[in-house]
């Protein structure tokens, strides 16, 4: 089955930019979407089809995703980005939804 | 406004039975990919089952098949999930979502606050 690996954690001081990153063999050939999770609350999308936002996603949000790599972007970064953050596909070979195990963004 | 809600979960014993529902309000859930998605507690997203917008096609993970079976009512605009056979590691916040668009499926756009389910003797 397809696997998606990510960091465990990463660490960022307000207005940096914090890259995510997602791995999976031969992940540019696939739509990759990303998620974040508060503590409490549901998955929101925040970046689907490796580039596009949906509405009410600032800007300051993007994706990119290439060989065995996607990578979520979070520019000037707030400390309401604090969260988990998740990447996902839809694995076509086995027509199975596929989730990242997880990245906690702290905000220093 | 926009509304998704869960309900059905609570506390079971192992090889135990229990029926999530979900349903949704100013959103359609016709025409859509729809998906059950859970999390156990501290842990990260775990796909469970996806049903095509017309039943036709129904999807499952390994870690549930054969004990697991998603449902939906178009009519009702409801979502169901049947769950047999439960497991202790079963125990986990179960999520309805509902696809972004009709164009490409997976893309999770509309999520459930989630029900709570606790497979425990």
């Known amino acids: 089955s397809y696997v998606l690996t990510q960091p465990p954690s990463v660490s960022v001081a307000p207005g940096q930019t914090a890259t995510i990153i997602c791995g999976g063999n031969?992940?540019?050939?696939?739509?990759v979407h990303w998620y974040h999770q508060r503590p409490g609350q549901a998955p929101v999308l925040v970046v689907y089809?490796?580039?596009d936002r949906p509405s009410g996603i600032p800007e300051r949000f993007s994706g990119s995703n290439s060989g065995n790599t996607a990578t979520l972007t979070i520019s000037r970064v707030e400390a309401g980005d604090e969260a988990d953050y998740y990447c996902q596909v839809w694995d076509s070979n086995s027509d199975h939804v596929v989730f990242g195990g997880g990245t906690k963004l702290t905000v220093l | 406004e926009v509304q998704v809600v869960e309900s059905g979960g609570g506390l079971v014993k192992p090889g135990g039975s229990l029926r999530l529902s979900c349903a949704a309000s100013g959103l359609t859930f016709s025409g859509y990919y729809l998906h059950w998605v859970r999390q156990a507690p501290g842990k990260g997203l775990e796909w469970v089952s996806s049903i095509s917008s017309s039943s036709s096609y129904i999807f499952n993970a390994d870690s549930v098949k054969g004990r697991f079976t998603v449902s939906r009512d178009n009519a009702k605009n409801a979502l169901y999930l049947q769950m047999n056979s439960l497991r202790a590691e079963d125990t986990a916040v179960y999520y309805c979502a509902r696809d972004r668009d009709t164009m490409i499926r997976g893309v999770i756009a509309h999520w459930g606050q989630g029900t709570l389910v606790t497979v425990s003797s």
């Open positions: 089809n490796d580039n």
């Open positions: 031969n992940i540019g050939s696939k739509n």
